[in-house]
């Protein structure tokens, strides 16, 4: 029980598919995050949230769009994606300021 | 440009021994470093971490030295063992900002033979 639940694991879908990828903490952490982990890349953060609020957008294209309802949810709603969006897409959490990432065990994406 | 690097994919050291791994950075606003352990199927987990108003911080085995001149990082696993082989990320960010907004290094591919 790593504290960041994250669901599903393994997800494939289609180009013309919607789909969502959930994320949920448990350390009463305020700050949440989406991270991207491609294949020989070092991870890339796309967005954060403080307190239910986005505080920033890695200049994401939207075809990734997330929703923070409260501060221990976060989901990633994903549509028209491509293949090289294909990777493995990591929540995390931390509070406000200072302290260390806590990550899920992430969601391997194949975009077929 | 990556600002963070860590220039060795992989290391294979025997159980015992010392394992050194390494980061540069170019960025130097940066002022507070961590390392995170990453294990197959599983999501990254927090080891240890510095500010930049100190060149060493040690917790158990793991002992991190900073070289701000050199904008050098390293960790020092001793002894290794076999448990330790993993994905290492080097991670570097400001103090006062989240810790979410660091910026990774590539990872390296940590082996410890029994």
């Known amino acids: 029980e790593t504290g960041v639940t994250q669901t599903p694991r393994h997800l494939v879908m289609g180009m013309t598919n919607k789909k969502s990828l959930k994320c949920e903490q448990h350390?009463?952490?305020?700050?949440m995050y989406w991270y991207k982990q491609s294949a020989k890349k070092p991870l890339e953060l796309m967005f954060v949230y403080n307190f239910k609020e986005q505080t920033e957008n890695n200049s994401v294209p939207s075809r990734f769009s997330p929703e923070c309802p409260n501060s221990s949810h976060l989901f990633l709603h994903l549509h028209t994606l491509q293949p090289e969006d294909s990777a493995l897409y990591l929540c995390a959490s931390s509070p406000e300021r200072g302290s260390p990432l806590h990550f899920g065990n992430g969601t391997r994406l194949t975009v077929t | 440009d990556q600002q963070v690097k860590q220039n060795s994919p992989s290391l294979s050291v025997q159980e015992g021994r010392i394992s050194i791994l390494n980061c540069d950075y170019t960025?130097?606003?940066?002022?507070?470093f961590l390392w995170y352990k990453k294990y197959p199927a599983e999501g990254p987990t927090f080891l240890i971490s510095?500010?930049?108003?100190?060149d060493k911080n040690e917790d158990g085995r793991f002992t991190v030295f900073l070289n701000k001149s050199a904008k050098h990082l390293s960790l020092h696993i001793v002894p290794s063992q076999p448990g330790d082989s993993a994905v290492y990320f080097c991670?570097?960010?400001?103090?006062?900002?989240?810790?979410?907004?660091?910026?990774f290094g590539d990872g390296t591919t940590l082996t410890v033979k029994p």
């Open positions: 960025n130097s606003m940066f002022d507070y």
């Open positions: 510095i500010s930049s108003i100190k």
């Open positions: 991670a570097a960010s400001w103090i006062g900002t989240h810790a979410g907004k660091s910026t």
């Open positions: 350390l009463g952490h305020n700050a």
